[in-house]
């Protein structure tokens, strides 16, 4: 039983047919190919899946993908290019917070995420990665490039790569 | 001193792995393939009767059962010679012997169909037999035989009371010394089974070359090794298999040795004839895939009135689940650690490995240092607290240090220690973590009590040597230099995360005076690269990066031998290299003559216009030593004794690395080693039912791992580095990865004692154990 849904994918409108049981993880990886968003464990434990949904960050396994219809998705390799994102990412590699790199790209979305939203303090930030497992960093460079990037935008609110749901 | 080591860039593969788009081998897909699923034993330990694939093969699907593959014994890890290496495994199993082993496979052109096909597969039990989970109860005579013969160096061995292996030494006089001793100290340790947690689970993928060769993209810390096994397995010639590296979710030990998925993926190309993804749930990794050793230890230690140490002697028993991986090299190795940590006069030590129905048992980082240095180092505790003698100065006067015999990766690895910067660390470490407000824990009251511990640990660079030992350790190396002078660097090397290819380029830089960015790091296959045993050991900057470096050498060579000809200079000899920052390049020159100068990409232009021919080398590097990397940990903690959590207040880690090339992701290696340390200390276990399932549920959630709110935040976390030069290494270097988590448990668990003044001897020292502790328990 096949449906139809329409999103707006990193700003671009899709329209993508789906089994109703499908999440939106598999339907990003496996029908539109966007392999940005890794698989860790594929029930909300992790993180290493996490998209943004309307500006806020999801774990993609937990949404159903029919949820999505009428919002706005954006993905790690979308982000990274952002100015915000880039700010992120140049900060995670001067900081060497990149190690294996398999949970880095959810990393990315959830402190995009939270510094669009405005959060400017840095425990907050640690509180807000807690869905995010990293076994490689000890969190510690993750951490420090949070530091820098707060930093490198000050006190601005960078533009939000995300915009307003078109439905 | 250096150009580029010891500076910070950033990694070449950052932007790709920050950015989500590298490809692991969870996301790569090959045209037309088919998905796999395996069909696992629900039973610890049965024998399977007829399998019914028929209403699978009905629905579109290829099924693989035992029958479909080479009936062929192997084992999955190939870094021991073949006399020492046990073979206990097949592909598929016709008597499973942990929940979980592998029966059959289906392989279908959708997940959906697979997933469906694996359902309808139908599947008879002879025999369903009561599982052996308790190694001391496996070796009982009247247990049954969870296995009746094994290969051993190709030769049929029989299995005695099922016990995997077994290894006994001794040195010196213990009676004798025992009987100098003032104080002498027995405790027993136990570790338990844990999960390693590399955030990519295990995976394969492959496809037929329309010439038939078998390409392999797989979570593996080795490809030449993966392919050997192929080989092995399946009969396909070495050249007709081509594994790539890709990226790799972290590792951890686990892919030291090729994954079951990796050959069940290959039987199902071989049979279906069409590409195919074979990948693990989380579950799956996670509960049929690969735990750690577990550690059943008595340690008894003896010392004078002065306080040197006089005997030490270890009882090691292993439980290795239902197949070897390493059950023999890791009793080696529990002993090479041991003996290396003190200047024991005399040593006794007793190792075995046992076989019961769980999960096989794999190396986890630190391949038993963690869990050998945490024991010794609370019997080393102990020892000076009952001379009341601080215990900093008593590590100091009896550990081995320069000029001592480093034991490497066990008895047939050893090398004479060169560089050491135990003092400086304890020394350093000991002033930053405020040593001298340590108190007794006699004198703490309240509920939330703070402790300061230590740790001193080590860890082999590699597991190389003067001697042709019981491991294979070489690795290789190509550096190319292109036309334009940019250089291409292929190694069949791989890099878990720790960021060890970015320390090669950089080595390669320094050594011909370019920028590391000139230097591109390729990701090829065994086809294209020459052997590299497996990135394991601690050894990928120390092995690794000196091969690269002769690689690099001998291409300066020929551009020096180039330059001294456009130049007109008398030989080679006459010539110097440096970096030029301004042109960004090497310059070759004549010292005193400002006419007779030219860069690194001009030689390479003029050689190539000139008919000249490439400037390249390959070459082939085996490490004659395999130097430790010291690590003396302080950590600070805190414990409510009203609920038993530990807190971590505040960590100095101090590591002695030799010359440090990268010192941000350097420093990432030690916050990781600390993490991974510190869940084992408090939280990491793997345990069963009688039925031989894990006890809990098993996901990401109920294992407990810490969060970023779990850890020291940066602030608390000081990194030191010893100022220490180890002349085997290249520029210096030693390794780092596996030091860095190898005192974390005996750091924590001093720590822990010093705030509550009981100690633990079993690991994770969870809130549980700890109230017990605290309230005079067991």
Redesign the interface.
Known sequence: MEMRIRFRLNGVVTEVDIEPHETLLNVL??KL?V?????????G??G?CTVLLDGDPVVSCLVMAAKVDGSEVA???Y???TELGKA???S??????????????GF?VTIYAALARGIRD?DEM??A????????????????AV?KTLKRIGSQTPRNAVERPFR | MYNFVGR?F??H????????????T??I?VPGMLYGRILKSPYAFARVGRIDTSSAEALGAVALTPDDVPDKLFNPRLLSVEEDTYKDWRVLAKVPRYVGEPIAAVAAPT?DTAQRALEALRVEFEEIYDPILDPFKATSPTARPIHERILRGGRWVEVRNNIAAELRYSEGYLETEEERSSVVVERKFHVPRRYH?????KGAVCKLEPDGTLVVWTTTQTIHNTKILISQVYGIPMNRIDVRKV??????GSSIHTNLVTLIAVGLCLKSRKPVKLVL??EEDMVHDHVSFEFYMRVRAGATKDGSITFGELENVIDVGAHQVQAYPILGTSLGWFISLYKWRAVRYYGRSVYTNKVPSCAIRGYGAPEITWAVETVVDELAEELKIDPLEFRLANYRGKGEIFWGQGPTVKSVIRSDGVPELMARGSELIGWKRRESPKVKTGRFRRGIGVGRGFHTSGAGGPLSGAIIDYTGAIVKVNEDGSVDYITALQD????TLDAHAKIIAEELKIPPSRVRIVWSGTSTTVYDVCTHASRGVFAGGEAARRAALEVKKKVLEYASRILDAVSPEALRIEYDRELDDAAIFVEGAPDKRITLSEVARTAWQRNWGSISASVSYRATVAPPSFTVYFVEVEVDTETGVVRPIKVVAGADVGTVI?P??A??QI??????G?SWAVGDEVSYLENGVPAHRM???DYK?????D????DD?VVVFASTYEPYGPFGAKGLGEAASNPVIAAVANAIYNAIGVRLYEIPMTPERILRAIKGGD
């Not at chain 1, 995670?92 to 790209?105: D, F, K, N, R, T």
């Not at chain 2, 950052?14 to 788009?21: N, W």
């Not at chain 2, 990226?247 to 951890?252: A, E, S």
Request: hydrophobic share 35%.
């Open positions: 990886r496996d190919k392999k940005s968003v890794k698989y860790g464990c594929g029930i434990e992790c290493s993905t790690p390799d982000i990274a290019q992120i990412v140049d995670m590699l001067e900081e060497g917070a990149v190690q294996c790199g398999y949970c880095i790209p990315l840095v640690r509180k990665m807690v869905g995010n497992i990293c076994r490689c960093t000890g969190y510690v460079n993750i951490v420090r530091k | 910070s950033p990694r593969d950052g932007f790709a792995k920050a950015s989500g788009l590298a490809e692991f969870f996301d897909e997940e947690t590399q955030l990519e689970p990226p790799l979710g972290g590792g951890f749930t989380r878990h995360g720790g960021g990268s941000e992701l420093a990432g916050h990781g080693g600390f993490a991974i510190w996901s990401l959630a791992l810490p969060t970023s709110m850890l020291p935040s940066d976390f």
